[in-house]
């Protein structure tokens, strides 16, 4: 009986032990989501999005690490908007396997033919937050791919939580400037200005909207 108590004692601690190291664990592990604008003239730019993240992104996703593919429509916030999602396994292996999965998707995602009449930002974000806090990574980023300029669809209503962002470095990045831009680049400069305020006022942990994509990994390896 005595013998029976200490197995099953023994087996609490190392149960406990197990997962106080998963737990630990999380706060290594990195979480990543890259929003993507398929609506009106940014749909164009698919093919140099997925280079981008094929180039900067996935290469720097270390074990235990999370991917998340979403697409900004005219109404993101849905589950289908979920292209793709990869977490990376601790066996080279079939981490690399997985890699090479996840570009296929990509490549797929990149000619697809879909584009959006409206342009609903918001929900994305929405969308992306939920995936990267349930993840409980450490580290936690969003990329949004578009010119920022959203344009919702009659009747959708978008508002963020306090916390939205809570853990978030947010990068709009790869910011095309539309022909009222180059017109009066005070147009564009205070669209950017209004969504900083925006995201920072919902907790995100940075903002950053003058990355360009050569520095992607660089920015990757600072955050870690």
Not at 48 to 57: S, T
Not at 172 to 187: E, F, R, S, Y
Request: glycine fraction near 4%; charge should be positive.
């Amino acid at each position: 009986m005595i013998y029976k108590q200490k197995l099953c004692t023994s087996f609490i601690i190392a149960s406990a032990l197990l997962l106080s190291s998963c737990s630990d664990n999380k706060q290594y592990e990195t979480a990543i989501c890259a929003l993507t604008d398929i609506s009106g003239t940014y749909a164009k730019e698919k093919k140099n999005m997925v280079k981008i993240i094929k180039a900067g992104i996935v290469p720097k996703l270390l074990p235990g690490d999370h991917l998340f593919l979403i697409a900004i429509d005219s109404n993101s916030y849905d589950e289908k908007n979920l292209k793709g999602k990869l977490t990376l396994n601790y066996r080279p292996s079939q981490a690399n396997n997985q890699r090479i999965n996840f570009a296929g998707v990509l490549d797929k995602f990149a000619v697809n033919k879909a584009r959006a009449k409206y342009t609903d930002i918001s929900g994305a974000m929405m969308l992306c937050s939920g995936y990267l806090k349930n993840t409980q990574a450490g580290i936690q980023m969003m990329f949004i791919f578009s010119d920022m300029k959203e344009e919702l669809k009659p009747g959708l209503k978008r508002s963020f939580d306090k916390d939205e962002f809570e853990n978030i470095n947010v990068v709009a990045m790869n910011v095309i400037k539309l022909n009222a831009d180059k017109i009066n680049p005070q147009i564009y400069r205070k669209r950017i200005k209004k969504w900083k305020k925006r995201v920072l006022k919902h907790s995100a942990a940075s903002w950053n909207s003058a990355l360009v994509p050569t520095d992607i990994s660089a920015y990757i390896d600072d955050l870690r």
